[in-house]
């Protein structure tokens, strides 16, 4: 029996992540609640546990990029478990989290971009 595997891509975007000079001094903001509302704490550069994030665990429902920083939200503690990643690469990302992870963020990494690579 023959297979055929296709592989489908209009571009590829690799992300490079590490430090910044000026990383401490512009915060990613996350939201309690969908459209930027409820609670609200700054992060900058670092890892965050759910004690940490000033919203409450599984709280997070919106999140405020500036542009050159990414952003990746995780289901466990301790920055583990399933995550999900938002890059700013070309301008301020103000977005709802996706439906499918809303309110299951437990710990956040906040990284600046150092470099993109498009393939």
């Known amino acids: 029996m023959k297979s055929n595997f296709w592989l489908y891509a209009l571009y590829m975007t690799v992300i490079i992540i590490g ?3 000026d990383a401490a ?4 903001r996350i939201y309690q609640h969908g459209g ?4 609200v704490k700054e992060l900058p550069v670092g890892r965050y ?6 919203i409450g665990n599984k709280q997070a429902s919106s999140v405020r990029i ?3 920083y990414v952003v990746f939200l995780y289901e466990g503690e ?3 478990g399933n995550c999900v990643s938002f890059a700013a690469t070309t301008c301020d990302l103000n ?6 992870f809303n309110d299951r963020t437990s710990s956040i990494e906040v990284a600046p971009i ?6």
Do not use: H, Y
């Open 19 to 21: 430090a910044s000079s």
């Open 25 to 28: 001094a512009i915060g990613v």
């Open 36 to 39: 930027f509302g409820g609670a």
């Open 49 to 54: 546990n759910s004690n940490q994030l000033g």
């Open 66 to 68: 500036p542009k050159g």
């Open 78 to 80: 301790g920055c583990t």
């Open 95 to 100: 977005m709802d989290i996706v439906a499918i």
């Open 114 to 119: 150092v470099a993109e690579i498009q393939l």
